[in-house]
């Protein structure tokens, strides 16, 4: 491509991305959100991190100086304390199309998913040996359930998430899938796979870290049996904000937590040496909550309060974002420098876009440099998250083009 040529794409799609943003319905949330002024700093790192809302510090401030600093004990009842991690647990339920009373708020990603394969392995019918891991998946995934099938003597069968249909058999007791893959990025069929276990008697325990907050989940839809999330990336909870825990209404009698804690017992303030798990999700509970960061996410949710603003809408933007990203790459990135190993079909995409690049820690290095900051993962991919509550189509264009700068 000519310099005249480079240059007159430039402009034209710099224009398109103007317009673009200012007929985005979402476009007014940005200002709900502590970023970079446009034209100076693109934050395209919210599938690790998400961005601070701006009225999580007030709301943590007033939690800190008057319910722990002045109500103090008093504020387990009288400010909700208690009650917190089913309430935000019901507040994250529309947001993965579940209803209330199946999500719980509190612990780790990882305490989650150890709750969960344990939970689900006790869920299966008897006699059955094996667990079936994505085999693509974020490695703690696979270590929780490598040590799960330890505890419940189980056998681990790594497996594509394209091939559980044909892998999934009598001898399956449970099985763990990414809903989108963390390197990169392309969504797996949450319905056909979900499907394809319960035809085989198995269940099913879904990781949505990297789809919840970026596009619809449907768990009550396509009859998900369990699920486990993170809150700090599309959520936007902060930086090791709890993690959730989804168990389906109808398993939630029989569901046997492998760690059974005071707090989820029928009545915890008994202190009987016998446990006895309370009704409903509180059965996902284990000790006591985690208050601040767990009243900083439930501020960080209040931006899905706003007019306009569900999982579809998103969703929308996610698609376009990522489709203009690809378009300006493919516009203004030398040939031959990158390739995408994020599906191009929006059915296999979730929100990032990922690229394979000979020099990636050198190229984010000065990406980040310039303002764009974004992640990479060894030895040769770099990832953009698209978080369409505060990412526009200006920043879009403004990343590729320095990129394309970066790797001229």
């Given at each position: 491509m000519s310099e005249d040529s480079v240059g007159r794409g430039t402009g034209e799609l710099a224009a398109r991305a103007r317009e673009l943003d200012a007929v985005d319905p979402l476009g007014k949330l940005r200002e709900l959100f502590v970023l970079d002024e446009p034209g100076r700093g693109v934050y395209l790192d919210g599938n690790s991190l998400g961005a601070l809302p701006r009225n999580v510090p007030e709301r943590l401030q007033e939690v800190v100086a008057r319910e722990w600093g002045q109500l103090r004990i008093r504020s387990w009842g009288e400010s909700g304390w208690w009650t917190a991690p089913e309430r935000i647990g019901d507040r994250i339920a529309p947001l993965v199309g579940a209803a209330p009373g199946q999500v719980v708020v509190g612990d780790s990603t990882s305490v989650n998913v150890f709750k969960a394969v344990v939970g689900a392995v006790r869920l299966a019918p008897e006699g059955r040996d094996e667990i079936l891991v994505d085999a693509t998946t974020f490695p703690t995934d696979g270590y929780i359930a490598a040590s799960a099938a330890r505890m419940t003597g189980k056998r681990i069968v790594p497996v594509?998430?394209?091939?559980?249909?044909?892998?999934?058999?009598?001898?399956?007791?449970?099985?763990?899938?990414?809903?989108?893959?963390?390197?990169?990025?392309?969504?797996?069929?949450?319905?056909?796979?979900?499907?394809?276990?319960?035809?085989?008697?198995?269940?099913?325990?879904?990781?949505?870290?990297?789809?919840?907050?970026?596009?619809?989940?449907?768990?009550?839809?396509?009859?998900?049996?369990?699920?486990?999330?993170?809150?700090?990336?599309?959520?936007?909870?902060?930086?090791?904000?709890?993690?959730?825990?989804?168990?389906?209404?109808e398993h939630q009698e029989r569901f046997d937590s492998p760690l059974p804690g005071w707090t989820s017992h029928a009545d915890p303030f008994g202190m009987t040496p016998e446990y006895a798990p309370g009704a409903g999700a509180v059965r996902g509970r284990v000790g006591t909550p985690d208050i601040l960061s767990m009243l900083a996410l439930e501020a960080a949710l209040d931006v899905w309060d706003e007019e306009g603003v569900s999982p579809g809408a998103v969703r929308t933007k996610s698609l376009a974002l990522t489709d203009f990203f690809l378009e300006c790459v493919a516009a203004y990135v030398p040939e031959g420098r990158v390739e995408s190993v994020t599906p191009v079909p929006h059915g296999e995409r979730g929100s990032q876009v990922s690229l394979r690049c000979g020099d990636a820690e050198r190229v984010m290095g000065e990406l980040i440099g310039r303002g764009v900051v974004g992640d990479l993962r060894r030895p040769d991919v770099l990832r953009f998250g698209f978080t369409p509550l505060y990412v526009g189509f200006a920043d879009v264009e403004f990343a590729a083009r320095a990129l394309a700068e970066v790797l001229g």
């Open positions: 594509e998430p394209g091939r559980v249909a044909e892998a999934v058999g009598p001898r399956t007791a449970a099985v763990l899938v990414n809903h989108v893959d963390y390197r990169s990025g392309r969504l797996h069929d949450l319905p056909g796979i979900t499907a394809a276990v319960h035809a085989a008697g198995a269940v099913v325990v879904w990781d949505l870290c990297h789809s919840a907050g970026a596009l619809p989940v449907g768990l009550d839809e396509h009859g998900v049996d369990l699920a486990v999330g993170c809150t700090y990336k599309y959520l936007n909870g902060g930086p090791g904000s709890p993690a959730y825990l989804y168990v389906r209404a």
